[in-house]
C-alpha cells in the first residue's frame, strides 16, 4: 500500500473520530437541557360490580356482601382465612398468641411497624379500642362478641401486646377474628362528634359514614356513596408490600340490573361480577372466551326458611309436608346445575356434619301423610295466602321461591312470591309478626368454623336477624349452642353438633334445598383469584393481579 494511501485513511479516521466526539457532545448537551421523563406506569385498575347498595364502610356496622366486600379492602383483620382447605384462621395482624388453660384469656403480640392510612402505627392499644367499639354500638359482627367478652375487657399491656379476657371459653373466638378489622384510635376520637358514648361521643360513626377510613388496609377509601359504589386507592406503605402487575385502583360499581352487567362485562367495562348472578347468567358468559368462570362445590345453603311462628307454618306437620312437596332433583339441576342437593344445617366437608341424615327428596305420600296428622284440616289449609318473599335482583332465589309456590300448590296451600329489597328483608326479620311466612337468601358464612351456622341461626340470643327468620328457639338449642362454642373437648363438640342438626331436621325450620355452588365471572387478564368460602374473603383484592 502506497504511502498516500495510508496517509488518505488516516485522515478519514481522525474525521470519523472527530465526528463522534461531536455528536456525543451534542447527545450530552441534549440531555442536560432536556432530561428524559420516567416512564409513567399504566395504573391498573379493577372494576367490580355490586348487585345492591353499599349500605356502610363502617367495619362495626357492615355485615351485607357488598359492604363487608369494600371494608375488608381498606382494613386489615387480626386473623385472615387461609387460602387452602379447610381454611383455618392464620395470625394476620397478629403475630402470635397463647391461649390459658381454661381458654378465658387470649394474650396476643401484633406485629409492630404496621401503619395506619395516616403514617401513624398500629398498637394494641387501637385493638383493644377496636374492640369496645364492637361492642359499644352493638351492630354488624358484633353478636360474635358480644355475651363472652365485656366492654373494658380487652387490655394493651404494652404497645404491641393485647389481651382479651373472655367470660365463657368460645371456640369460635379466633375464628371469628377473621372478622374483626382494626382501626385508628387516635383518628375516629380526633373526628367524632356527638354521641351517646360519653366522652368518645359517637365513636366516629358520622365521620367514617362521609367516606373516610380509618384502617390500615392494602387500599385507602377516596370516595364512597351507598346507591353508586366506592372507589380505593393502593396503599403504599402496606406491611405486605407490593408485587408487580397487583391492582392499583379499585372501582366497586353498584349496578343492579344484571343485564347491564352481563353487557359491561361482555364489553370489557367490569373486570369481575358480583358473586350474586344467577347461574345461568355465570354458564353463559363463561362460554365466551375472553372471560373466565370459577365455579364449585361451597358449603353455603340455599334456604327456604319457614316462620315457625305464623299459622299453618306453626305446625310441624305442616312443614314437613312442604318439604315432601318439593322435587329437590329437577329444582336443582334446572337453577343451580352440578349442586349438591341439601340435607342438614352443616355441609359436607364442615366439622361436625352428620353424614347420616338423608338428603331432602320429594314423596308425596309422605307429604300426604303429615297433612293428615296436622291440627289444621285440608279446607282451613286452603284459606291461607302464604307469602315467600326472595330479594330482589337475585333470578336463582326468585326461581327457587316459584318451586316451592308450584310444590305448595300440589297439596292444596297458596304461595304469593314477593320481591324484596335487602333492606325491607332486614327490617321485616325483627319480630315474628313481620317477618313473611317464607324467606330465602343465601347465607355465606363470616368466619371459618361451623359456629356460625349454629350460634347465629339458632341460638335465641341471635333472634330479629335476618339468619334466624325461622323463629325456631328451644332452651335445648340453646343449651347444645353453647355446649359446642364452650367445650374443649372435640368429641363432645361433635356430639352437640350432630344432636342440633338431628332437632334442625325433625323440626324444618329451614328446607335445605342444595348447597348452592360458587361462581366467579372475572376477565381473563384478571389472574390470582381463589375461592375461599367464608364471607366476602374470596373477593379480597390485594391477591389479584392484572396481566394484559
Given at each position: 500500500?502506497?504511502?498516500?494511501?495510508?496517509?488518505?485513511i488516516?485522515k478519514?479516521?481522525a474525521?470519523?473520530?472527530?465526528?463522534v466526539?461531536?455528536i456525543a457532545?451534542?447527545?450530552?448537551?441534549?440531555?442536560?437541557?432536556?432530561?428524559?421523563?420516567?416512564?409513567?406506569?399504566?395504573?391498573l385498575?379493577?372494576?367490580m360490580?355490586?348487585?345492591d347498595s353499599?349500605?356502610t364502610?363502617?367495619?362495626a356496622?357492615?355485615?351485607?356482601?357488598?359492604?363487608?366486600?369494600?371494608?375488608?379492602?381498606?382494613?386489615?383483620?387480626?386473623?385472615m382465612?387461609?387460602?387452602?382447605p379447610p381454611?383455618?384462621p392464620?395470625?394476620?395482624v397478629?403475630?402470635s398468641?397463647n391461649v390459658?388453660?381454661d381458654?378465658?384469656i387470649?394474650?396476643?403480640?401484633?406485629?409492630s411497624g404496621l401503619k395506619?392510612?395516616?403514617?401513624?402505627?398500629?398498637t394494641?392499644e387501637?385493638?383493644?379500642?377496636t374492640?369496645?367499639r364492637?361492642?359499644s354500638?352493638?351492630?354488624?359482627h358484633s353478636?360474635?362478641?358480644?355475651?363472652f367478652i365485656?366492654?373494658?375487657?380487652?387490655?394493651?399491656l404494652d404497645?404491641?401486646?393485647v389481651?382479651?379476657?373472655?367470660?365463657?371459653p368460645?371456640?369460635a373466638?379466633?375464628?371469628?377474628?377473621t372478622k374483626?378489622f382494626?382501626?385508628?384510635?387516635?383518628l375516629l376520637?380526633?373526628n367524632?362528634?356527638?354521641?351517646?358514648f360519653g366522652?368518645?361521643?359517637?365513636?366516629?360513626q358520622?365521620w367514617?359514614?362521609?367516606?373516610?377510613?380509618?384502617g390500615?388496609?392494602?387500599?385507602?377509601?377516596?370516595?364512597y356513596?351507598?346507591?353508586?359504589g366506592?372507589e380505593?386507592?393502593?396503599f403504599?406503605d402496606?406491611w405486605k408490600?407490593?408485587?408487580p402487575?397487583?391492582?392499583?385502583?379499585?372501582?366497586?360499581?353498584?349496578?343492579?340490573e344484571?343485564?347491564?352487567?352481563?353487557?359491561l362485562?361482555?364489553?370489557?367495562e367490569?373486570?369481575?361480577g358480583?358473586?350474586?348472578?344467577?347461574?345461568t347468567t355465570?354458564?353463559t358468559?363463561?362460554?365466551?372466551a375472553?372471560?373466565?368462570?370459577?365455579y364449585g362445590p361451597?358449603?353455603?345453603?340455599?334456604p327456604?326458611?319457614i316462620?315457625?311462628?305464623?299459622?299453618?307454618?306453626d305446625?310441624v306437620?305442616?312443614?314437613?309436608?312442604?318439604?315432601?312437596?318439593?322435587?329437590?332433583?329437577?329444582?336443582?339441576?334446572?337453577?343451580?346445575?352440578?349442586?349438591?342437593?341439601?340435607s342438614?344445617?352443616?355441609?359436607?366437608?364442615?366439622f361436625?356434619?352428620?353424614?347420616?341424615?338423608?338428603?331432602f327428596?320429594?314423596?308425596?305420600t309422605k307429604?300426604?301423610?303429615?297433612l293428615?296428622q296436622?291440627?289444621?284440616?285440608r279446607?282451613?289449609?286452603?284459606?291461607?295466602?302464604?307469602?315467600?318473599?326472595?330479594?330482589?335482583?337475585?333470578?336463582?332465589?326468585r326461581?327457587v321461591a316459584?318451586a316451592?309456590?308450584?310444590?305448595?300448590?300440589?297439596?292444596?296451600?297458596?304461595?304469593?312470591v314477593?320481591s324484596?329489597?335487602?333492606?325491607?328483608?332486614?327490617d321485616?326479620a325483627t319480630?315474628p309478626?313481620?317477618?313473611p311466612?317464607?324467606?330465602?337468601?343465601?347465607p355465606?358464612?363470616?368466619?371459618?368454623?361451623?359456629?356460625?351456622?349454629v350460634?347465629?341461626?339458632f341460638?335465641?340470643?341471635q333472634?330479629?336477624?335476618w339468619?334466624?327468620q325461622h323463629w325456631?328457639?328451644?332452651?335445648?338449642?340453646?343449651a347444645?349452642?353453647?355446649?359446642?362454642r364452650s367445650?374443649l373437648?372435640?368429641t363432645?363438640?361433635?356430639?352437640?353438633?350432630?344432636?342440633?342438626?338431628?332437632?334442625?331436621?325433625?323440626?324444618?325450620?329451614?328446607?335445605?334445598v342444595?348447597y348452592?355452588?360458587?361462581?366467579n365471572?372475572r376477565q381473563?387478564?384478571v389472574?390470582g383469584?381463589?375461592y375461599i368460602?367464608y364471607?366476602?374473603?374470596?373477593y379480597?383484592?390485594?391477591?389479584?393481579t392484572i396481566?394484559?
Amino acid at each position: 500500500m502506497s504511502h498516500r494511501t495510508k496517509d488518505a485513511i488516516t485522515k478519514i479516521q481522525a474525521i470519523i473520530i472527530a465526528l463522534v466526539i461531536i455528536i456525543a457532545a451534542i447527545i450530552a448537551t441534549y440531555y442536560m437541557l432536556f432530561p428524559p421523563q420516567p416512564t409513567t406506569k399504566e395504573e391498573l385498575v379493577l372494576r367490580m360490580s355490586q348487585g345492591d347498595s353499599i349500605v356502610t364502610i363502617d367495619p362495626a356496622i357492615c355485615y351485607d356482601y357488598p359492604s363487608t366486600i369494600t371494608v375488608e379492602q381498606a382494613y386489615d383483620p387480626l386473623f385472615m382465612p387461609s387460602e387452602e382447605p379447610p381454611y383455618d384462621p392464620i395470625p394476620w395482624v397478629v403475630e402470635s398468641y397463647n391461649v390459658s388453660a381454661d381458654g378465658l384469656i387470649y394474650t396476643m403480640k401484633i406485629r409492630s411497624g404496621l401503619k395506619f392510612h395516616d403514617g401513624t402505627e398500629v398498637t394494641a392499644e387501637d385493638v383493644a379500642f377496636t374492640m369496645d367499639r364492637y361492642l359499644s354500638i352493638k351492630k354488624g359482627h358484633s353478636g360474635f362478641w358480644i355475651g363472652f367478652i365485656a366492654v373494658g375487657n380487652t387490655t394493651a399491656l404494652d404497645k404491641y401486646t393485647v389481651r382479651f379476657n373472655l367470660t365463657k371459653p368460645s371456640n369460635a373466638f379466633i375464628p371469628s377474628l377473621t372478622k374483626f378489622f382494626v382501626m385508628n384510635k387516635k383518628l375516629l376520637l380526633q373526628n367524632k362528634a356527638e354521641g351517646p358514648f360519653g366522652d368518645y361521643g359517637d365513636l366516629g360513626q358520622a365521620w367514617i359514614s362521609q367516606g373516610h377510613d380509618a384502617g390500615s388496609g392494602p387500599y385507602m377509601i377516596v370516595s364512597y356513596s351507598p346507591d353508586i359504589g366506592a372507589e380505593l386507592v393502593k396503599f403504599n406503605d402496606y406491611w405486605k408490600g407490593w408485587k408487580p402487575n397487583q391492582v392499583d385502583r379499585i372501582k366497586f360499581m353498584v349496578i343492579t340490573e344484571e343485564a347491564t352487567i352481563k353487557m359491561l362485562l361482555m364489553n370489557k367495562e367490569l373486570e369481575m361480577g358480583h358473586a350474586f348472578l344467577s347461574p345461568t347468567t355465570y354458564l353463559t358468559l363463561g362460554n365466551i372466551a375472553y372471560l373466565n368462570l370459577s365455579y364449585g362445590p361451597s358449603i353455603n345453603w340455599e334456604p327456604i326458611c319457614i316462620n315457625t311462628r305464623r299459622p299453618p307454618l306453626d305446625d310441624v306437620h305442616v312443614r314437613r309436608a312442604i318439604a315432601y312437596a318439593i322435587n329437590y332433583t329437577d329444582l336443582v339441576n334446572t337453577v343451580f346445575p352440578g349442586a349438591i342437593v341439601g340435607s342438614s344445617l352443616l355441609a359436607p366437608g364442615v366439622f361436625g356434619h352428620d353424614p347420616s341424615i338423608p338428603k331432602f327428596e320429594m314423596n308425596l305420600t309422605k307429604a300426604e301423610e303429615e297433612l293428615d296428622q296436622s291440627s289444621y284440616t285440608r279446607e282451613q289449609l286452603s284459606q291461607f295466602t302464604l307469602e315467600c318473599h326472595w330479594l330482589s335482583g337475585q333470578d336463582a332465589d326468585r326461581m327457587v321461591a316459584v318451586a316451592l309456590q308450584s310444590a305448595c300448590a300440589r297439596i292444596g296451600i297458596n304461595v304469593e312470591v314477593v320481591s324484596v329489597l335487602w333492606s325491607q328483608m332486614l327490617d321485616r326479620a325483627t319480630n315474628p309478626q313481620t317477618t313473611p311466612h317464607f324467606s330465602i337468601w343465601e347465607p355465606w358464612s363470616r368466619y371459618p368454623d361451623p359456629d356460625y351456622y349454629v350460634y347465629s341461626a339458632f341460638h335465641s340470643s341471635q333472634q330479629g336477624r335476618w339468619i334466624t327468620q325461622h323463629w325456631f328457639f328451644t332452651d335445648e338449642l340453646d343449651a347444645l349452642c353453647e355446649l359446642q362454642r364452650s367445650t374443649l373437648n372435640s368429641t363432645e363438640r361433635q356430639i352437640a353438633l350432630k344432636q342440633i342438626q338431628q332437632i334442625v331436621r325433625d323440626n324444618i325450620p329451614i328446607i335445605f334445598v342444595c348447597y348452592r355452588p360458587y361462581y366467579n365471572i372475572r376477565q381473563n387478564y384478571v389472574q390470582g383469584w381463589k375461592y375461599i368460602p367464608y364471607h366476602a374473603w374470596e373477593y379480597w383484592i390485594y391477591r389479584l393481579t392484572i396481566v394484559r
